[in-house]
C-alpha cells in the first residue's frame, strides 16, 4: 500500500459504531497483550465493544481514521472522559475481562491519588487501533493527534492513557506522553494467579499522560 495515499481524521459518529466495533475487537483479539494472554476472542471483544462504544463515541471525542483506498477503517482511538467511564454490567462481558480491569483500575486509582478529577478536565485515550494492513504509515500517531486536537477543542486539558504495549507507549512518548505509574506483567497477580505470565515482548503496562498545549506534531509522523 502506498505511504503517499492520504489519510483522513475525523471525528466519529453514531454511523461509525459498528466498524469501529469490528476493527477494534480484530486488533484487540489478535494483538493487544494483556487480551491475548487471558484469550479473549473477536466475539468476546465484540460484545463488551457493542456496550461500552456506542455510548463514547456519542461524546464526539473518538476519532477515526480512512484511507482512499480502503472502504473500511485504517484505525480508531476509542475515547471518552476519565471523570465518568462508561458502566459496563460485568455480567454482560466474558470474566476473562476481569484481570485486565483489575490492572487497569490500579493504575487509574495511582493516577487519581490525591487528584480532584472532575468532568471536562482529562481526556481517556482508552482503545487505539490500527488495521495491520495499514501498518507503518503513522496512522496511530495521527490518530492520537487528532484526539488531542478535539479534547483540546472541547475544553479538556489533559489527557491519560494505559497504554499496554510497547508499540503504543512508543507512539504516546513520541507525542509528549510522560509515564506516571506502572504494573509489570511479570509480577501482577489477580486472584493469586500469574495471568499476565504469558507475555514476553513487552514489559508492563504504563498509565501516560499530557497537558493539552498547542500540539505541534502534524498527523503523517
Known amino acids: 500500500m502506498p ?5 483522513k481524521y475525523a471525528t466519529a459518529k453514531a454511523a461509525d459504531t459498528g466498524e469501529i466495533i469490528r476493527l477494534l475487537g480484530r486488533v484487540f483479539s489478535e494483538s493487544e497483550p494483556p487480551a491475548v494472554a487471558v484469550g479473549l476472542s473477536f466475539r ?13 463515541i456519542a461524546l464526539g471525542l473518538t476519532t477515526i481514521a480512512r484511507t482512499e483506498e480502503q472502504g473500511t477503517p ?9 471523570a465518568a467511564p462508561r458502566a459496563v454490567d460485568p455480567r454482560r462481558i466474558s470474566p476473562k475481562f476481569l484481570p485486565i480491569f483489575a490492572m487497569l ?13 472532575s468532568v471536562g478536565e482529562y481526556l481517556h485515550l482508552f482503545m487505539l487501533g490500527v488495521a495491520p494492513e495499514c501498518a507503518g504509515r503513522g496512522i496511530a500517531q495521527g490518530l492520537v493527534a487528532d484526539c488531542l486536537d478535539t479534547g483540546l477543542r472541547a475544553g479538556y486539558r489533559a489527557a491519560v492513557t494505559e497504554a499496554t504495549g510497547v508499540i503504543s507507549q512508543r507512539v504516546f512518548r513520541k507525542l509528549g506522553f510522560t509515564e506516571r505509574f506502572q504494573i509489570s506483567y511479570r509480577d501482577f497477580r489477580y486472584e493469586r494467579r500469574e495471568v499476565f505470565s504469558s507475555i514476553q515482548q513487552h514489559e508492563a503496562a504504563i498509565l501516560m499522560d499530557r497537558l493539552l498545549a498547542a500540539n505541534s506534531e502534524s498527523h503523517g509522523v
Open 105 to 117: 483500575g490500579t493504575l487509574d486509582d495511582q493516577f487519581r491519588q490525591g487528584k480532584r478529577v
Open 3 to 7: 505511504n503517499q495515499d492520504p489519510v
Open 44 to 56: 468476546e471483544m465484540e460484545q463488551f465493544l457493542s456496550l461500552f462504544a456506542p455510548e463514547a
Open 74 to 82: 485504517a484505525g480508531v482511538l476509542l475515547t471518552d472522559d476519565f
